[in-house]
C-alpha cells in the first residue's frame, strides 16, 4: 500500500475474519463477510447455478453417508433429490446413463429408469477449480469458466423469464401447494382450496336454498328479515299465557270433548244444557238440588239411617191393609217368588273378584247391595258413591226420580231406562232395591256379618315394602342393613316384612307392580297360545324393567282373564306364559288388560316409598296420581299404609330447583294423607 500504510504480508494470518478490504468503484472500503456472502449468493453467476441445481431437485432432499445407502432408498416421487456425502471415494455405474462416475455428489431420482442420476459434485467441490488461484478473480472470464457461472448478459436474458417477488404479473396456468380448507395464513390459495372453502360453507343445503340469490328470495329480499319478523312475532299472543284482547275465537269442542282443548262459550252453554237437561225449573240450578236434599251433604246415610227407625214387615202390612183393598197384596205365587228372591252375604277374602263383600240374590245371583274394594257402595248396579261424588251423576240420578201415584204401593222409585224400578221407597216406609226390601234385610245378623268381615281384614299383620333402589338396599354393605330388613327385627316375629324394591323404577312402574296402574300388553300373533309362551310386542307400562340391571324378572296375574306369568329375560323382552294348557288359543284384543295378582297384598301393612327416579320438575303429578293410586288400591277399610318422603340427593342442596320440586311433592303427599 502506499504511503504509511500497513503491507497486507505484516498482518498476521487468522483462520476467520469479521470483515475483507475490497474495491468498489475505485474506492477501497471494509465488507462484513456476511455481507459478501449475501452478495455472491444473491445475484450473479454463482447464484444463478445454485439455482439451476435447486430446480433439479423438485421434491425433498435425501442425503445419506455412502452411495451403498442412498442406493436403497425409493422415493415416491421423480425428481427427488439426494447426495453422498464426500467421505464416499468410489465409484460405480450410473443406473441412469451408464457413465462411470463418482459415489459422493448431488443426485436427483429419474422414476422413469427407475434409479439414482448423479448430476454435479457435494457443495462447491464442483464449483472451483482446485488449481485455480483468488488472484484469478481478477479476471471475469477465467472466474467464470473456473466457477461453472453465466456471464451477466446471460443471467438478465435468464431473469427475464422469471416473476419477481413483488407483486408478481403471471401468466398462464400458474400452480402453487392447496393449502388445508381450515388454513388462514398469508400462503397462496389455489382454486382447488377456494372450492373446498366454499363446500364448507355452503354445508348440505336444498337444491332451493343453494345459493345466496335462492336463500335471499326466501327471505323475501328483505334486508331487515329479523327486525321484520320480530316486528310480526309481536303482534302474534304467546303459547304460553296468551293475553288475548277484543272477541278471540276457537273451534267448538264436541260435547263428549274431555281433554285439554280449549272451551268456547258454545261448548259451555253445550254442556250445561246436557246437565240440565229439560229439568224442571225448580230443579235446574245445584242451589235449588242441595236445597231440596235439605243441604245434607250426606244425604244418603241420613236416608238410610231414618229408614232404619220405621216400621217392621208386620207393622207395615198392617198399615198397608188399612190403605190399600186385597187386590193390592201378593198372592201366595208371589210370595214363593219373593222367597225365592232371598238374599246372602258373600265375601271375597281372597281379592279376586274386586269386591270387600256383596249381598246377592241366592235365585238371580243378581248384586242388591255390595262395597268394592275403593270403599264405593253399589246399589244393584249403580255406583251411588260415585254418584254422589259426581255432579253429572247426580244429576242424572234425579232426573230419574219418579213421582208415583196412590195406589202404586211407592212413595217414589228411581228407574232405570227400561223403567225397571232400581231404588224405592213403599208406602210402609221399606226400602226396596232391585226388588229386596233391604229394609227387612238389615234387621238380620248383618252387624255380625261385617264383623266377620273385619276380623279377615284385620288379620293380616305383613308389612310389604315397596318403593325403588332405596327400598331394594341401594348402597347398603350387606342385605341385613336395608330398611325393610331393619324394620323386620324392630317388628319381631309376629310381623314378616317383605322387600318389594326394584332399583330405578319411577312411581309409575312401582303402582303398576302394586296392581294399582293398569297394563295393557299386545301378543305377537294377537292370542295367548295353548301352552307356549308369546312375545310381548307392546306394552303400556314396562313394570319389570329396570335401568339398574338386566336381571330376569317375572310377576303372575291375568291376561285378559287368563291366569299366568308376565316375564322379562335378562335382554328387557317381554312375554307371557299361561299357567295351565288349554285345548284352543285365546284371542286377544289389542291392549288386552294384564291385572297383577296381588292376593293378600291389599290387606298389609304397606310401605310405599315412590319419587326417586321421576322427574318432579316436569313429572310430579304423575308421580303424585301413582302414590295416590297405590293407596286406593289398597282395602277401603281402616287401610293401613305409609308413604315416606323423597330424599334429596348430594348434587340437590337447598335452594336448588330439584331440592324445590322435592319438597313441594313432598308437601301434596302430608296435605294428602296427613297421617301417613
Not at 435425501?62 to 464426500?86: F, K, N, R, Y
Not at 455428489?105 to 422413469?112: D, L
Not at 268394592?372 to 259426581?390: E, S
Not at 295367548?528 to 335401568?547: D, G, H, K, Q, R
Request: some cysteine.
Amino acid at each position: 500500500m502506499a504511503g504509511d500504510g500497513v503491507k497486507s504480508t505484516d498482518i498476521d494470518e487468522v483462520p476467520i475474519v469479521d470483515d475483507l478490504l475490497g474495491n468498489r468503484d475505485s474506492s477501497i472500503g471494509r465488507i462484513l463477510v456476511d455481507n459478501l456472502a449475501q452478495q455472491i449468493l444473491g445475484t450473479g453467476p454463482l447464484a444463478a447455478k445454485l439455482a439451476v441445481l435447486s430446480s433439479q431437485i423438485t421434491s425433498g432432499s435425501v442425503s445419506q453417508p455412502t452411495w451403498a445407502e442412498l442406493v436403497l432408498i425409493v422415493p415416491s416421487q421423480d425428481g427427488t433429490g439426494g447426495e453422498v456425502l464426500e467421505s464416499d471415494a468410489g465409484t460405480h455405474t450410473d443406473p441412469v446413463n451408464a457413465a462411470t462416475v463418482n459415489n459422493s455428489g448431488s443426485y436427483a431420482w429419474r422414476a422413469a429408469t427407475p434409479g439414482w442420476e448423479r448430476i454435479g459434485d457435494v457443495g462447491l467441490a464442483g464449483k472451483l477449480n482446485k488449481t485455480a488461484n483468488l488472484g484469478d478473480l481478477d479476471d471475469a472470464g477465467v472466474a467464470r469458466t473456473n466457477l461453472d457461472v453465466n456471464s451477466k448478459a446471460e443471467d438478465a436474458a435468464a431473469l427475464l423469464g422469471k416473476a419477481p417477488l413483488a407483486s408478481p404479473a403471471l401468466t398462464g396456468t400458474p400452480t402453487a401447494p392447496t393449502a388445508p380448507s381450515a388454513t388462514d395464513t398469508p400462503q397462496i390459495a389455489t382454486a382447488a382450496f377456494v372450492q373446498a372453502v366454499a363446500l364448507v360453507l355452503k354445508g348440505s343445503p336444498p337444491a332451493t336454498l343453494d345459493t345466496l340469490n335462492k336463500l335471499a328470495a326466501a327471505v323475501g329480499d328483505d334486508p331487515n328479515f329479523a327486525a321484520t319478523m320480530a316486528t310480526a312475532l309481536g303482534l302474534k299472543a304467546s303459547l304460553a299465557n296468551p293475553a288475548f284482547t277484543g272477541i278471540p275465537t276457537a273451534p267448538t269442542a264436541g260435547a263428549a270433548t274431555n281433554t285439554t282443548q280449549v272451551a268456547t262459550t258454545e261448548f259451555v252453554q253445550t254442556l250445561l244444557a246436557t246437565i240440565i237437561d229439560s229439568s224442571p225449573a225448580a230443579l235446574d240450578t245445584f242451589s235449588e238440588l242441595a236445597a231440596a236434599l235439605g243441604d245434607d251433604p250426606n244425604f244418603a246415610t241420613t236416608i238410610f239411617s231414618a229408614l232404619a227407625g220405621k216400621a217392621s214387615a208386620a207393622q207395615g202390612a198392617k198399615a198397608d191393609s188399612a190403605l190399600q183393598d186385597a187386590a193390592a197384596f201378593a198372592s201366595a205365587v208371589q210370595g214363593a217368588k219373593a222367597d225365592a228372591l232371598r238374599m246372602e252375604l258373600v265375601l271375597d277374602e281372597g281379592g279376586r273378584s274386586g269386591w270387600l263383600f256383596a249381598i246377592i240374590a241366592k235365585l238371580t245371583k243378581r248384586m242388591a247391595l255390595s262395597v268394592d274394594r275403593k270403599g264405593h257402595v253399589w246399589i244393584a248396579g249403580f255406583d251411588v258413591t260415585d254418584f254422589f261424588q259426581n255432579q253429572a251423576g247426580l244429576s242424572s240420578l234425579l232426573s230419574s226420580f219418579k213421582k208415583t201415584t196412590s195406589r202404586s204401593g211407592w212413595l217414589f222409585t228411581i228407574t232405570d231406562e227400561f223403567l225397571r224400578i232400581c231404588f224405592g221407597v213403599n208406602k210402609a216406609g221399606h226400602v226396596i232395591i232391585d226388588g229386596t226390601n233391604v229394609t227387612e234385610l238389615l234387621r238380620t245378623d248383618i252387624p255380625g256379618q261385617f264383623a266377620a268381615v273385619s276380623a279377615v281384614l284385620d288379620s293380616n299383620t305383613d308389612v310389604l315394602c315397596l318403593g325403588d333402589s332405596l327400598t331394594e338396599g341401594a348402597g347398603v354393605s350387606a342385605s341385613n342393613k336395608t330398611y325393610p330388613y331393619v324394620l323386620s327385627g324392630l317388628l319381631g316375629a309376629d310381623r314378616s316384612t317383605l322387600n318389594a324394591g326394584i332399583g330405578g323404577q319411577t312411581a309409575t312402574q312401582i303402582a303398576a307392580r302394586a296392581g294399582a296402574d293398569p297394563v295393557l300388553i299386545d301378543l305377537s300373533g294377537g292370542e295367548i297360545p295353548e301352552s307356549a309362551s308369546a312375545v310381548v310386542t307392546a306394552i303400556s307400562n314396562a313394570l319389570l324393567t329396570t335401568p339398574s340391571t338386566t336381571a330376569a324378572r317375572a310377576v303372575n296375574g291375568w291376561l285378559d282373564g287368563v291366569y299366568g306369568a308376565l316375564s322379562k329375560d335378562t335382554s328387557d323382552v317381554y312375554s307371557f306364559q299361561r299357567a295351565v294348557a288349554a285345548v284352543d288359543p285365546h284371542p286377544l284384543p289389542k291392549e288386552a288388560v294384564f291385572e297383577v295378582e296381588t292376593g293378600a297384598l291389599r290387606d298389609q301393612t304397606a310401605c310405599f316409598w315412590p319419587g326417586r327416579n321421576d322427574n318432579l320438575l316436569t313429572g310430579a303429578d304423575a308421580a303424585f296420581d301413582s302414590a295416590v293410586a297405590m293407596v286406593d288400591n289398597m282395602r277401603p277399610l281402616n287401610p293401613r299404609f305409609v308413604i315416606l318422603s323423597v330424599l334429596n340427593a348430594d348434587d340437590e342442596p337447598i335452594g336448588s330447583a330439584y331440592y324445590d320440586a322435592i319438597m313441594a311433592f313432598n308437601k301434596r303427599l302430608k296435605v294428602k294423607y296427613p297421617r301417613n
